[in-house]
């Protein structure tokens, strides 16, 4: 059976539609492009951040609904990213602008934490969100940064990750962070 010239097409169409970046999220800082390390600095940011015990590709649905159970009933608007921490198993999400000056409280396992401006070495990447993803990022990370005489970690690495659960793995995108510090 010959398949009609029309089905490439829409199913192209389709795949185009699909929104790729959380469109009701706001984007608390520039998305570092895929393939491409980046110093960068993240602003001056309120997380809402929560721990569970165990490893984080383990727990990653647990604590983002735990995350979003707390916006939810404090109607705090979505942001992008998310944060994944890899030691252990913790998220935090960005508290929009139009949210921090609300008095949000510690709450059902979550807290509520103001960050300073912090510098980090990012590297892009697309594609699931699976352990053996991000790890590969990172190594490349940790590589660069170890032949890069002008900047030293200054921290754990953590993932950073920018589509909602629904869209499509081929077409999401992540990144691998890792705090540093300005050696010369």
């Known amino acids: 059976m010959r398949c009609s010239p029309v089905l490439p097409l829409l199913l192209g169409v389709l795949v185009l539609a699909v929104p790729t970046e959380a469109s009701a999220a706001r984007k608390m800082f520039p998305k570092t492009p ?12 309120v997380l809402l951040t929560t721990e569970m015990e165990g490893d984080y590709f383990d727990r990653s ?5 735990r995350l979003f159970d707390y916006i939810k009933s404090n109607s705090v608007s979505m942001t992008a990213p998310v944060e994944g921490y ?33 510098l980090i070495a990012a590297i892009g990447g697309r594609g699931s969100y699976r352990k053996k993803n991000v790890m ?49």
Do not use: C
């Open 61 to 65: 649905n647990d604590l983002f609904r």
């Open 86 to 118: 890899l030691d252990g198993a913790g998220m935090s999400f960005y508290v929009g602008p139009e949210d921090r000056e609300r008095g949000l409280a510690d709450q059902g396992g979550v807290a509520v934490l103001e960050v300073p401006e912090r």
């Open 136 to 184: 590969k990022l990172k190594g490349r990370l940790e590589e660069w940064l170890e032949g890069n005489p002008d900047y030293g970690p200054d921290g754990e690495a953590y993932a950073v990750f920018w589509n909602a659960p629904f869209i499509p793995w081929f077409l999401r995108s992540l990144e691998v962070h890792i705090p540093v510090r300005r050696i010369r």
């Open 34 to 45: 895929s393939g491409k390390i980046e110093i960068k600095t993240i602003p001056p940011s």
